[in-house]
C-alpha cells in the first residue's frame, strides 16, 4: 500500500507549475510537450489556445483520466506557439515523430484509415492494415472501405497465388530442399485449393513466386491490369460452356478487382491533388506560405508579401518543380501520418482550398 501511495503522488509541485502556466502561457495557437525529470518527452499536444488547453490538465482526475496521468509523470511543461491551428497540427506530428513520445498513441492516426501494405523477405505478402511507417513494407492507399478492400485482396491474392500467412513462416523454394529430408507439405489448405503456390513448402521457385508478387504491385500502381484479363478469361470460358455458377463467381471476382483498381487510381489522384501553395492565415495576421507536393509539405515561409519576398519564394518554387516528379509507386513510409493529416486537414476545411495556387502559377 505504502508503494502505491508513493507511486500516485505527482512528480512535480503541481501547484507551483499551474501558477507558472497561468502567469506565463497565453491564448495562442500552439504545441506544448510534457517533460519527466530528466528532461525527456513524455507528451505533445497541439491547441487552439495554449494556456486554457494545458490548464485543462489541472481539472483531470487522478488516475482515471489520462490527461491526469501524464500530469503527473510531467516534472515540467514547456510550449512553443505557433501562427495558426493548421501549423499547430503539423508542428504537434513532425515533434511526435522527433520524440516518440510515450503516452502519444500511434501518431493520433485517423482509427479508420487502411492502407495495403506488401511486406519484404524472401517471399513478398499482399495484406491490409494500417500505417506503422516501417521501411521493409510498400504502403499503398489510404482506403476507407476495410470489407471490400479486403474481399479485392483475397481475391488478388488468390489469382496470383500470393501466400498470406504469418511473416514468420518458414520459406523453402524449389531446389533449396534437401533430397533426402522428407517431402515437405503445404502449412495449410490454400495450396489444395490451387489458390496459393506454397513457398513455405518448395512449391515454387523464387524466381516464379518474386515475377508473381510483382505482378501484384503493378497492379496496384496502375502499370497491369493482368489480373483482371485472367479473370475475364475464365469468367468467358464458363459462361460458353454453361457453367454459369462458376461464371458468376468469376464475375463477383472482376468486380472485386475493378473497384481495386478504381479505389486504387482514386487514392493516388488525391495525393496527387494535394500539390500546391497553400496561404494560411495566421491567427494575428502573422499568414504562411506552404509549399505542399503530393501531400507532403515541402517547404514553408512567412507569406511573401513585397516583390523582393515574392521572387525569392518564387526561387524556391522553381527549384522543387526542378526536383523529379514523383513516379506513381508505394507511398513513401517516412510521411504516411503527414499525407494522412494534410489530406484530414483539407476534407475537414474545403474552404482552404481556395487559398491554394498552382506551382506552375508562381513562375509567371
Avoid at 494535394?274 to 512567412?302: C, H, K, W
Amino acid at each position: 500500500m505504502a508503494t502505491a501511495l508513493r507511486l500516485s503522488l505527482p512528480t512535480a509541485d503541481l501547484s507551483a507549475l499551474r501558477d507558472r502556466v497561468r502567469r506565463t502561457a497565453e491564448h495562442r495557437p500552439g504545441v506544448y510537450r510534457m517533460l519527466d525529470p530528466m528532461g525527456r518527452v513524455l507528451y505533445v499536444g497541439k491547441a487552439k489556445r495554449v494556456k486554457a488547453r494545458v490548464l485543462s490538465y489541472f481539472r483531470a482526475v487522478y488516475p482515471e483520466d489520462k490527461a491526469a496521468r501524464i500530469l503527473h509523470a510531467t516534472a515540467t511543461i514547456a510550449w512553443d506557439y505557433v501562427p495558426s491551428e493548421f501549423a499547430a497540427h503539423l508542428t504537434e506530428l513532425r515533434q511526435i515523430t522527433r520524440y516518440r513520445p510515450p503516452f502519444n498513441h500511434h501518431m493520433n492516426r485517423a482509427r479508420r484509415t487502411l492502407f495495403i501494405k506488401v511486406s519484404g523477405g524472401l517471399a513478398p505478402k499482399i495484406g491490409t492494415g494500417g500505417a506503422t511507417g516501417r521501411e521493409d513494407q510498400r504502403w499503398y492507399g489510404p482506403f476507407v472501405s476495410p470489407g471490400r478492400l479486403q474481399e479485392a485482396i483475397r481475391s488478388l491474392n488468390d489469382l496470383l497465388g500470393l501466400r498470406d500467412c504469418a511473416p514468420a513462416m518458414p520459406i523453402v523454394f524449389a531446389g533449396q530442399i534437401d533430397l533426402f529430408a522428407p517431402q515437405l507439405r503445404a502449412a495449410c489448405m490454400r495450396h489444395e485449393f490451387g489458390f496459393c503456390t506454397g513457398p513455405c513448402a518448395g512449391f515454387v521457385t523464387e524466381a516464379e513466386y518474386l515475377r508473381r508478387a510483382d505482378t501484384g504491385m503493378a497492379f496496384l500502381e496502375g502499370r497491369t491490369i493482368q489480373p483482371i484479363d485472367r479473370v475475364v478469361d475464365e469468367m468467358q470460358r464458363a459462361s460458353e460452356a454453361a457453367e454459369f455458377e462458376r461464371a458468376a463467381k468469376w464475375r463477383e471476382r472482376f468486380e472485386q478487382l475493378e473497384w481495386l483498381l478504381s479505389a486504387t487510381s482514386r487514392a493516388r489522384a488525391a495525393i496527387e491533388g494535394l500539390t500546391f501553395v497553400y496561404r494560411d492565415p495566421g491567427t494575428f495576421g502573422d499568414d504562411r506560405a506552404y509549399l505542399v507536393r503530393n501531400g507532403i509539405v515541402r517547404a514553408s515561409y512567412p507569406w511573401p508579401g513585397t516583390p523582393i519576398e515574392k521572387e525569392a519564394f518564387r526561387g524556391v518554387v522553381a527549384e522543387e518543380l526542378g526536383r523529379p516528379s514523383p513516379v506513381p509507386g508505394p507511398l513513401p513510409s517516412q510521411h504516411l501520418d503527414e499525407i494522412l493529416l494534410l489530406m484530414a486537414w483539407f476534407r475537414r476545411h474545403p474552404e482552404a482550398f481556395r487559398r491554394t495556387s498552382t506551382l506552375e502559377s508562381w513562375l509567371t
